[in-house]
């Protein structure tokens, strides 16, 4: 079983469109993240949740909304895309706040076109 | 600005050398330190954390932390082709719950 799992794994959309990326984890964590890599591979954290409560909201642009229905889910929406949100985009789990590091996700890339 | 810091540009080592990678961190009360492995296209996986100064051995790989100078080094010995990949070197911050990474080195390991 996958233990951080994202979908979909590629998502090409054009300029203007809202969408949505999945994520599930089912290693029992209590803290859920979204992290952006640019295309320099710059792993960047946008957003984390605990226990369903954001604690974590990077300055990232209010077109980004994340969702935690549960601690198992946090889902990512983006709307009115731009070219410049291409990139790769990992969830991630730990263990409260991760000191013994985070469980990554297999990506989503996203190109906006 | 709490920063990690990976200078080093890639880096080629012949199988079977050492390949050494250094990380500095701005924060001096950070408490954790973590390297992940990144191969391309895929997404980053941990290898090592330690916590307290001195060296953490796990198979071929070693971790060392110097928190009076604020680094933290991986050394990987007897290197094989399937180590090359991206680096990341993460810290999390003390009083942050979160973990901000490095830029990565590549490293590239010649058969």
């Known amino acids: 079983d996958t233990a951080v799992s994202q979908t979909p794994k590629y998502l090409v959309t054009q300029m203007g469109n809202d969408k949505s990326i999945k994520c599930e984890q089912n290693?029992?964590?209590?803290?859920m993240y979204w992290y952006k890599q640019d295309s320099k591979k710059f792993l960047k954290i946008m957003f984390s949740y605990n226990n369903k409560e954001l604690i974590i909201n990077e300055t990232v642009p209010n077109r980004f909304s994340p969702k935690s229905p549960d601690k198992a889910h946090l889902n990512l929406h983006i709307n009115s895309l731009e070219l410049g949100d291409s990139a790769v985009y990992f969830c991630a789990s730990s263990q409260d706040t991760g000191t013994k590091g985070y469980t990554f996700g297999s990506g989503t890339r996203l190109t906006v076109v | 600005q709490k920063e990690v810091e990976q200078n080093s540009g890639p880096l080629s080592v012949p199988e079977g050398a050492i390949a050494s990678l250094n990380c500095t961190y701005s924060d001096r009360g950070s408490q954790s330190f973590f390297w992940y492995r990144q191969y391309s296209g895929k997404s980053p996986e941990l290898i090592m954390f330690i916590y307290s100064n001195g060296d953490k051995e796990d198979g071929r790989f070693t971790a060392q932390l110097n928190k009076a100078s604020q680094y933290v080094s991986l050394l990987i010995r007897d290197s094989q082709p399937s180590d090359s990949a991206t680096y990341l070197c993460?810290?999390?911050?003390?009083?942050?719950?979160?973990?901000?990474f490095g830029k990565g080195n590549q490293v590239v390991v010649i058969p």
């Open positions: 993460a810290v999390n911050f003390y009083g942050n719950n979160r973990l901000a």
């Open positions: 290693l029992g964590h209590d803290t």
